[in-house]
């Protein structure tokens, strides 16, 4: 057996070994011609009656296995303490040394023996064993080199240093054939240690020393040579998992899309097993990978359970993320969010989205409470932007503009925050904040550049350049009387001053004043004083009265004018755009020219629905128009609702169709 | 060195020509059981170079089981190079042992010409094939040709004009003349008596400087050889063994004669190359009887006796007396009678 254990050896060095002769050897039979380092004659047993005497039974057992080794034939002596044996002391003396692993000590001995006794022979027996022991030293020293040729020459040259016993010289070289391209080789050493070596730590460190240095695929030939472990299981069980483990990690970092089915099977069924808390993140954070957030959630909700800690919550929130759960989300982070930048960014990203939810989710006043607090303590612009939109949806303009205002000092860059910061700013007539924005950022923002101007167009507010990243939040555009404050200062207007002799203020309070009272000419003289004014505020507020001045009067061109005359905000923009279509509408409506009145209604349907008043003056401008059938549609979906001003000019439809019909149009 | 082998290897004497006493003193201080040559002038560690005297000096002693422990240790522990060769450091305390692994030409000529005498003394072929196989492996791995002059490389990696700027560059006292002899018996297909000349070309070149001395690292980049970068531009402890390489491969006075500049009232001068100003006087006696016996070989005058005496100090400087004395004993008797202490 140990020859052909020798003859397979040899083979493998040659590049010849296979799986079908390592696999059975005894196909070969014990025919095969002697192994080249078998010895002839008689052995030394020095040594092993020395070891004997010494008491140390492994190096007794060692010495007769390599005795048995060199002299197949050999039987060791029944009493190896008997008498009949006198050793020379200086032989035991160079085989202790051998024994030490001292081969320097040995080699020196075996010269001083020589020179002080020239007729001294050191047996055959004894210096091949030094030679194998060096032989053995220094394969071990140049593979620590990387020295790898001169490995596999080393063992090329003394086959019997690649045992079951010395496994780690068979790991060595298999390991210089594959540093030296020699793969195939190199496997062929892993397949003879399992084929041959029944340890199984020795079988288990095996195939680990392979996956350290193969890929997955060159593997697959050795998990081949598993044999049942003593709980029936596979011995490779464990490094089965690890390279699932391995296969699974290795989608995370990107170098293959997707792991086999069977590796992640095995992993789960394992997880769910064991609970191991990184094999749940992991399968976790593979399931968020493969975009199945929903599996994500589980696996970090069992680590959770498994393993609280900011490991866990970490994936679990990243889950939620991903299935649009950003309050658990955030709850599942609030106790972690400082421990790192990752987990901060994290919390914030959470916080952020919750904040941003369609429609806005009124937050406990303890969770709105931590959001500000790490906002604050992150100096985050995103998520400060969002407690500003969050404010302003609340109808909180004012603290809206202060968080808008600190995301665009702790993000200068950031344009929502600017757009933010104007929507706020214009919501409270802080026209020199919009002014400022306006000139700052309108190269670089269409919509900045654009907000404020009558485009024709109903302008959007949303909050981000890019609405997927979050949704608009619903900010109202209603048409809505002038603020209150601005009216505060009404007194009695009823006497004449010649508003030259008001200030710009004192004039645009009066031309509120006579608004009231109904005196629209006068009000449109004092309005022009206000917009001599220098703030943007005063001549904004004094444009838009004279605009409504002018409706009032009648003279709805007049009102366009009056409102280019200062910036607007977009609410008055679109209030007196309504108002002038209005107006337009009315007034061509009563001198007949209906063509002009349903241009003025479709202007005005852009800013605003149509009521059930204008609603039936457009029918009846289709009736006069002779467009009855649609007339009729319009007068029957008004009268509808009760409408009774239309119920008669369905009549009037439905009369005017059927005369048409009968007359054959 | 008068009786010379078939193999061009000179014969030991009958008697050794390092004394028992003086070996075993070697020996106490800086060969271990183990067969490992300890620099205690180097934190202790070893190196190919030390190995090679340790076996070198084992031949002349004659000591055997000496040399087959150091040679054991050098080929378990520093033989481990594809190549052949040998790595040239290691280091008791570190894992691996070898910390560098490249090779020191010095180290492997002096394993080598230690194992082709051993062979010769001892009629052990074995040792006559080592030393065969890595003269090979020296003359397949480490020559290089410059000018047309064929020189030894001192190391396989970070030498070559490809490896670094100011390339070729060459340490002249690796180039152990004594050897080439020997070398050229065992393998006849290298020329080396062709290679020793042109080292000696080489070696007289870059001494023409201020100094009269060649530095111990030399580029050889231009045609003038010049200090190499990165190394201190002097003649220094390495280069103090030129003179006795030359001394002990037979070389005349001419040759000599530019090494007796590096000679002091007190030790050997370590010199400045650029200035030709002496920068430290090395006084241990095992570097002053290298200058003694260039003196004496050059104008007659005796080795003084206290120098004649061996008393170890660090193992650098024990190596060269002991050396030296090697070479005074066998090739200039008449340097040792006559001398008196100072």
């Known amino acids: 057996m140990k020859a052909l254990l020798r003859l397979l050896v040899l083979a493998m060095l040659l590049g010849q070994a296979s799986t079908a002769t390592a696999q059975a050897p005894a196909a070969s039979g014990e025919t095969a011609a002697p192994a080249p380092t078998a010895q002839t004659g008689t052995p030394d047993e020095t040594a092993l009656r020395y070891f004997a005497r010494q008491g140390d039974t492994k190096r007794v057992e060692a010495e007769i296995a390599r005795l048995k080794a060199l002299y197949p034939d050999w039987q060791p002596p029944a009493n190896l303490l008997a008498n009949d044996y006198t050793p020379d002391p200086a032989i035991e003396h160079i085989w202790e040394l051998y024994g030490q692993g001292d081969f320097a000590g040995a080699r020196a001995a075996i010269a001083a023996k020589q020179s002080a006794d020239p007729a001294f022979t050191p047996s055959e027996d004894l210096l091949h064993s030094l030679d194998v022991g060096e032989a053995g030293v220094r394969l071990r020293n140049a593979s620590d080199a990387a020295q790898y040729e001169t490995v596999v020459s080393i063992a090329a040259q003394t086959p019997e240093l690649l045992t079951c016993a010395s496994v780690d010289n068979l790991w060595r070289v298999a390991e210089a054939f594959i540093k030296t391209d020699k793969t195939p080789r190199g496997l062929d050493a892993y397949k003879y240690i399992l084929t041959n070596c029944t340890d199984p730590q020795i079988r288990l460190a095996t195939v680990q020393k392979a996956m350290s240095l193969l890929p997955r695929a060159d593997l697959d030939p050795l998990l081949a040579l598993e044999r049942p472990g003593p709980d029936g299981a596979g011995e490779f069980t464990p490094i089965r998992l690890d390279l699932a483990r391995d296969a699974i990690a290795e989608v995370l970092t990107g170098k293959v ?104 989710p009124e937050l406990k006043p303890e969770v709105l409470d931590r959001i500000v607090q790490e906002t604050m303590a992150a100096h985050n612009a995103k998520a400060a932007q969002e407690l500003g939109w969050y404010a302003y949806a609340f109808e909180q303009p004012q603290t809206a503009a202060q968080w808008f205002k600190l995301a665009t000092t702790w993000d200068p860059q950031d344009e929502p ?249 | 060195m008068a009786c010379v082998t078939a193999t061009g290897l000179a014969a030991s004497p009958a008697e050794p020509t390092i004394t028992a006493q003086e070996w075993q003193t070697y020996r106490n201080h800086f060969v271990s059981a183990e067969g490992r040559v300890v620099d205690n002038g180097n934190n202790n560690l070893s190196h190919s170079e030390g190995q090679g005297y340790g076996l070198l000096l084992a031949v002349l002693a004659q000591d055997r089981p000496t040399f087959e422990a150091i040679w054991s240790f050098t080929r378990t522990e520093l033989m481990v190079r594809d190549d052949g060769l040998a790595a040239w450091r290691w280091e008791e305390d570190k894992s691996p042992h070898v910390t560098d ?50 020189l030894v490389l001192p190391g396989k990696d970070g030498f070559s004009a490809t490896q670094r700027p100011d390339g070729p560059v060459v340490n002249p006292s690796y180039w152990i003349f004594e050897a080439a002899p020997v070398f050229a018996g065992l ?31 030399v580029s050889l980049s231009s045609r003038k050889p010049k200090p190499a970068e990165g ?57 002053r009887i290298i200058g003694a016996a260039l003196n004496c070989v050059l104008t007659g005058e005796p080795v003084p006796a206290d120098l004649q005496a061996f008393s170890p100090t660090s193992y650098f400087a024990a190596t060269l007396q002991l050396l030296t004395l090697d070479f005074l004993r066998r090739d200039a008797p008449m340097c040792l009678e006559g001398g008196t202490a100072r």
């Open chain 1, 257 to 360: 899309g997707k792991a086999s089915d069977a590796d992640v099977s095995l992993l789960e069924s394992s997880a769910r097993q064991t609970k191991v808390p990184d094999d749940l993140r992991l399968l976790g954070w593979y399931a968020l990978n493969q975009k199945k957030p929903a599996d994500g959630r589980d696996w970090f909700e069992m680590a959770t359970a498994a393993d609280p800690g900011a490991l866990s919550a970490h994936g679990l929130a990243v889950a939620l993320l991903d299935l649009d759960r950003p309050g658990e989300a955030e709850q599942a982070l609030a106790a972690y969010s400082g421990d790192s930048e990752e987990l901060t960014s994290l919390y914030l990203t959470a916080a952020s989205a919750l904040l941003a939810q369609d429609p806005r």
């Open chain 1, 417 to 665: 925050s600017a757009y933010g910061l104007l929507v706020a700013s214009d919501a409270l007539k802080d026209t020199q904040t919009v002014r400022e924005i306006k000139s700052q950022w309108s190269a670089k923002s269409a919509r900045i550049a654009n907000f404020g101007q009558a485009t024709g167009k109903r302008s959007e507010i949303t909050p981000t350049a890019s609405p997927a990243e979050a949704p608009a939040p619903k900010v109202a555009v209603t048409s809505t009387p002038p603020p209150a404050s601005a009216r505060s200062s009404s007194r009695s207007c009823a006497t004449f001053v010649s508003p030259g002799s008001l200030s710009a203020s004192q004039a645009l309070a009066r031309g509120w004043c006579l608004m009231d009272l109904e005196r629209p000419a006068d009000a449109v003289a004092n309005f022009a004083r206000a917009l001599e004014s220098s703030a943007g505020q005063v001549r904004s507020d004094a444009a838009y009265g004279q605009a409504l001045a002018y409706i009032r009067l009648g003279l709805p061109d007049y009102a366009m004018v009056a409102a280019a005359a200062a910036p607007l905000t977009q609410k008055r923009i679109n209030e007196l755009q309504i108002a002038i279509h209005t107006k337009a509408a009315l007034a061509a409506y009563e001198i007949g020219d209906y063509k002009n009145a349903l241009r003025a209604l479709d202007e005005r349907a852009r800013y605003a629905p149509e009521q059930n008043d204008l609603l039936t003056l457009r029918a009846w401008s289709y009736y006069h128009l002779r467009r009855y059938r649609e007339a009729q549609q319009i007068f029957a979906a008004v009268a509808a609702t009760g409408y009774q001003d239309a119920v008669a000019g369905l009549d009037a439809a439905q009369t005017a169709l059927r005369i048409q019909s009968e007359r054959g149009f």
């Open chain 2, 101 to 150: 692994t490249n090779n020191a030409s010095d180290g492997d000529i002096l394993i080598a010409y230690a194992l082709a005498m051993a062979g010769e003394a001892w009629n052990e072929p074995e040792k006559t094939d080592a030393a065969r196989r890595i003269v090979e492996s020296l003359g397949r791995e480490m020559l290089v040709e410059v000018r047309g002059n064929m």
């Open chain 2, 187 to 217: 393998t006849p297909q290298i020329a080396w008596a062709r290679i020793a000349e042109d080292e000696m070309k080489v070696l007289a070149l870059a001494g023409e400087n201020a100094a009269g001395l060649p530095p111990d690292w």
């Open chain 2, 231 to 287: 190394f201190p531009p002097e003649f220094g402890y390495n280069n103090i063994r030129i003179p006795l390489y030359l001394m002990r491969s037979g070389a005349g006075p001419e040759r000599l004669a530019p090494y007796i500049r590096m000679v002091g009232e007190d030790g050997l001068l370590r010199v400045d190359v650029t200035t030709g100003e002496a920068k430290e006087h090395l006084t241990e006696p095992g570097y």
